[in-house]
């Protein structure tokens, strides 16, 4: 069977922690579909939606498996509309945990065949997110380990300029 997952995200930008999460999804599913959410109802983004897909294509292109799409709407219909049931989500800490899991409940709510899984994040990626990786650009910190190499220098272009 061929079996596909769908990681889904804000990705404002994708950091070395979606990328590991990726990779490692790539590797337990034939195909990862990598979902940006569109309707973002929170913070400004520091990226539009079309440069968060660009970002995740560049930093994903030598991986044949994954696609990377944009998504409106509810996550447990896209699934439906694509006929996936599976969703990966990354756990980073237990901070992580309660949120997680109340999303996941009311996904299978919704959509009653949606299965989630999660990934430990790796340890050396435990306190990486987006919003730390803006914060420590914004302020003129070092970025190069936190997002992938490839578009280190476009993603420092952005949040540097901001504040
Ligand atoms: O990277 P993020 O911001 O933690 O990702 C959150 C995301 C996109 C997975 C979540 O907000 C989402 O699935 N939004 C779509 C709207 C939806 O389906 N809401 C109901 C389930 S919580």
Redesign the pocket.
């Known amino acids: 069977m061929n079996k596909s997952v769908i990681y889904?995200?804000?990705?404002d930008p994708v950091t070395l922690g979606h990328l590991d999460i990726i990779i490692r999804a790539s590797k337990m599913f034939d195909h990862v579909v990598v979902a940006v959410?569109r309707?973002?109802a929170?913070d400004k983004p520091s990226f539009t939606v079309e440069e968060r897909i660009e970002l995740l294509r560049e930093a994903t292109k030598d991986l044949d498996n994954i696609e990377v799409v944009s998504?409106d709407?509810?996550?447990?219909?896209y699934a439906k509309k694509r006929n996936i049931t599976t969703l990966v989500?990354g756990l980073r800490a237990v901070s992580d945990f309660e949120y997680e899991f109340?999303?996941a409940l009311?996904?299978k709510m919704?959509n009653p065949d949606l299965e989630t899984v999660f990934l430990t994040t790796s340890s050396k990626n435990m306190y990486l997110s987006?919003s730390m990786v803006k914060q420590v650009a914004s302020l003129g910190g070092d970025i190069s380990s936190f997002v992938p190499s490839c578009v280190l220098d476009r993603i420092v272009d952005r949040l540097s300029a901001k504040e």
């Open positions: 889904p995200g804000s990705f959410l309707n973002v929170k998504f709407g509810l996550l447990a219909e989500k109340q999303m009311t996904n919704l987006s």
